[in-house]
Structure formats: C-alpha cells, structure tokens
C-alpha cells in the first residue's frame, strides 16, 4: 500500500480542473443561502473550455487564479463533482471525467504526510489516497493498491488519461494517479509527503480505469 516510491518532483503545470475543483470546494464550502453562476476558469489545457461555471454564494468573490484555493483544508469536493463531470463530459467526449475529478481532489492534499495504512482525510498512503480520491468523485473502488490493478480496467500505457490509476513494482505493490505531462500524483513512503512523480522514476505493472 504504498512501500516502495521515489521521491516526488514539484510538477509546476497542474491538471487545469485541479483549480477548479479545489477552488469550487473552497467557496462552496462558505455555506452562503443564495447563489450566483460565476465563470471560473480552468486553464490553458489543450481541449478543455476556456471556464466552467459554478454557482458562487453571492458574498464570495472569486480571485483571477482558482489556484490560490489549492490549499485549503477542511472541505468536502464531492458536491461538485456531478457538475463538473457533465460539463467535462461534454467538452472532452470520451474522457475520463471521473477520473478527473478523483485527480483533482487528490491534488488538494499536496504535502499531506504519508503514513502506512491511512486513508485521509489528512493522511494518506498509496492506495488510501486513491481510494478517498474516488470516493470524493463519487465512485467506490477496492482499498488496496493489487486490489485496484486487477478490477479496473487496463489501459494501454501509452493511452493514459488523467485520473488513470497507474499501478508499479511487481505485484502491484504502489499506486498513483496520473496528473498528465508523463507525472503521477502518489502518497510515496513514509516521511514523503503526498506529491507528484515523473511516471518513469518507478517500475511499471499497470495501468487502469475506474
């Protein structure tokens, strides 16, 4: 669950719906009775729209960069998901917008502490951060990283999407979700925190979809 990794390596480009999410979450979670629709904008990500709209609570203003939500703590992206898998739905026919938003809410618990056996919502390791990652995005998969690389379903190594569980060593003894850019964003070993890693820096066993 998590025994073997490399050390992470900051990845500067974030998966653009990271923002998104995180920065939806974030004002979501201000709890506000009324509501307005906002553009927020996702980034400059190659077949994705330029924004995506949210209803923000009327007494929340939305900064330019959805990245400085990134970091907060303490709130639940679920909410968002639906929403944000329809519209990803029908900007990216075919993508895995499930996977997307599992991505995406790993992504805000960066630096979060790797410790063996836990599965958040402060502390991770490998497959415990995959597993809360989905159930954030609403789907439910097996807890353990050989778990997840036998009942998903494979995918070709060179077709990966971000959101896809990448599984490594032999007998799938980690797991990472891919963030793009050839990185996967893993809860690595102990004293390393939850971080990206280039896909190539660990031994692959497989990959798949949920």
Known sequence: MGAHSAP??????????????AGGAAIFGAGAASAQPVDVPTGS???????????????????????QYADVAGFDPSGLVDAISSQLGSALPGQNAHGAAALAAAQTKIGSPYVWGATGPDAFDCSGLTSWAY?????????????????GTPVDINNLQPGDLVTFYSGATHVGIYAGDGQVLNAPTEGVPVGYAPLDSMPIYNAVRF
Not at 136 to 151: C, H, K, L, Y
């Open 8 to 21: 992470t390596t900051p990845h500067a480009r974030r998966f653009a719906v990271a923002g998104l999410l």
């Open 45 to 67: 990500v190659e077949g994705l729209p330029d924004s995506v709209t949210v209803d923000v609570p009327d007494n929340v203003s939305v900064p330019a960069e959805v990245d």
């Open 135 to 151: 159930k954030q995005a609403g789907v439910d998969i097996p807890r353990t990283s050989q778990e997840q690389a036998a009942q």
